[in-house]
């Protein structure tokens, strides 16, 4: 169930704590655009390389390109994007408003007519539209290459990342000779042009992708399916996902792909609702074939076994990082009561946390006090790199920071820490972000808590 004020809440602390900014925002933005700040960049990376570690790194059968964004144009009608790529749209035919939207999710009601217009009324200026014609929209971003701005110097920013792994799957197999399955997978930008991006970074015209394409013998493609529908399961539980806000949808055969013989959809509970999450898809040999047919180049596997050749079929897990990263914010999201007073912090698991923890000297105007902090920050920072420094304001505001980006523990060395009482000599307070309590160790055992913590 989506819950009121909660996105507010998320947008407000993005900006606020350096996570995510409006794109071009002293300019006054640019519609379905979002920068990602310094906190927002560690947590960007940290999801990315949790997927790196379960979907490549762990396994013995998976290799990456980093393709170019730019593509010959044919490879776009090869794989059928430019002829349908695209949503259907309604425009406003109020000429104060002349706002479009899309046809198909649920923003605009459209009423159908026996001569195939339809009637609508809209939603930002209440204009009834009587006499309205939904028609096809490319998504695509078009551009040229080279100095002439003709048809012929015509390409696109690639709609999605799969594109540059089915054109690269040649490369792979010459360079490399790896035997069926394996899998080829990539990070990498996308670009859409959307009729309505909204949902802060759930929907964008620039968006991050991690995609796998996963090739198998036709008849194994179940068993290849099944095991990466759990890992992509295992990989929500890694991000901390709640499992109750994780759903599968099986996508019936009059919504699916026209490529797709079996696509499974990972839902969200959003704070907006429920709403796709992640997809993971049975492609069967569309990919491969069409690019086969469309360039000219034999993409035929030879099975060394039984020296026969047939194009290898598809499996693909699909995941975007930005609506990834907005699941995570979603689910940490929290405000409780501690000490008397109300906060908010962010519950992010240790491993994908931007900072995993925070050092700092009780008082910032005692000299010995700053110069055992910074050895004890250079000593953690050797073990765990993603650390921060706070000596700003008191130590009760520096908690509340920390708590707000989701830093798991703070340090605080005090006077203790050098000896005042002596039984304490070399000993930090850890304080837990979740709980607040605060427990004496020492520096060694404190250093080895937070390392085990991140993972």
């Not at 994007?81 to 046809?103: M, T, W, Y």
């Not at 209440?126 to 078009?142: D, I, L």
Request: hydrophobic share 40%; glycine share 8%; with cysteine.
């Amino acid at each position: 169930m989506a819950e009121p004020g909660l996105m507010e809440k998320i947008v407000s602390l993005s900006k606020r704590r350096g996570f995510i900014f409006p794109g071009s925002e002293i300019y006054g933005g640019l519609a379905g655009t979002f920068d990602y700040g310094p906190m927002g960049v560690l947590l960007k990376e940290n999801i990315q390389r949790l997927w790196l570690t379960l979907f490549r790194d762990t396994r013995d059968d998976m290799y990456s390109v980093d393709a170019a964004i730019l593509m010959n144009p044919k490879v776009w009608e090869s794989s059928g994007h430019i002829a349908g790529f695209s949503d259907p749209l309604v425009e406003c035919g109020n000429p104060k408003c002349k706002r479009r939207f899309r046809a198909d999710d649920g923003t605009v009601e459209l009423i159908a007519a026996d001569d195939g217009e339809v009637k609508w009324v809209c939603p930002h200026c209440g204009w009834e539209n009587v006499h309205a014609k939904v028609r096809q929209f490319n998504m695509m971003f078009k551009t040229h290459a080279g100095a002439m701005e003709d048809e012929s110097a015509v390409v696109y920013l690639r709609p999605e990342t799969a594109g540059g792994i089915f054109v690269n799957y040649k490369n792979v197999m010459d360079s490399l000779h790896p035997r069926l399955p394996f899998g080829i997978a990539q990070i990498g930008k996308a670009f859409r042009n959307e009729i309505a991006p909204r949902e802060f970074i759930f929907r964008l015209r620039e968006l991050t992708q991690m995609e796998v394409e996963y090739f198998v013998k036709p008849t194994e493609w179940e068993t290849a399916f099944e095991a990466w529908r759990l890992t992509m399961h295992a990989y929500a539980d890694a991000l901390g996902l709640p499992k109750d806000a994780v759903h599968e949808l099986e996508v019936p055969a009059e919504d699916r792909a026209h490529y797709s013989m079996r696509t499974v959809d990972f839902e969200f509970d959003y704070p907006f609702g429920r709403k796709e999450l992640w997809g993971l898809a049975y492609r069967t040999d569309f990919d491969l074939s069409a690019h086969q047919n469309g360039s000219g180049v034999s993409l035929e596997y030879l099975d060394e076994e039984t020296k026969q050749k047939f194009i290898p079929h598809v499996i693909e897990p699909s995941l975007g990082v930005d609506r990834t990263l907005l699941a995570v914010l979603a689910s940490a999201y929290r405000e409780d009561e501690l000490g008397g007073e109300t906060r908010t912090y962010l519950a992010l698991s240790p491993r994908i946390a931007p900072v995993k923890a925070m050092v700092s000297p009780l008082l910032k105007n005692k000299p010995e006090l700053v110069a055992k902090a910074r050895e004890v920050y250079a000593a953690l920072k050797k073990e765990v790199p993603q650390i921060a420094w706070d000596d700003n304001g008191n130590i009760g505001k520096r908690y509340r920071r920390q708590d707000e980006i989701g830093t798991p523990f703070c340090l605080t060395i005090d006077f203790d820490t050098l000896g005042e009482k002596p039984e304490r000599k070399d000993t930090v307070t850890l304080r837990d972000r979740d709980s607040g309590n605060q427990e004496r160790l020492s520096i060694a055992e404190a250093i080895a808590r937070v390392k085990e913590a991140a993972g």
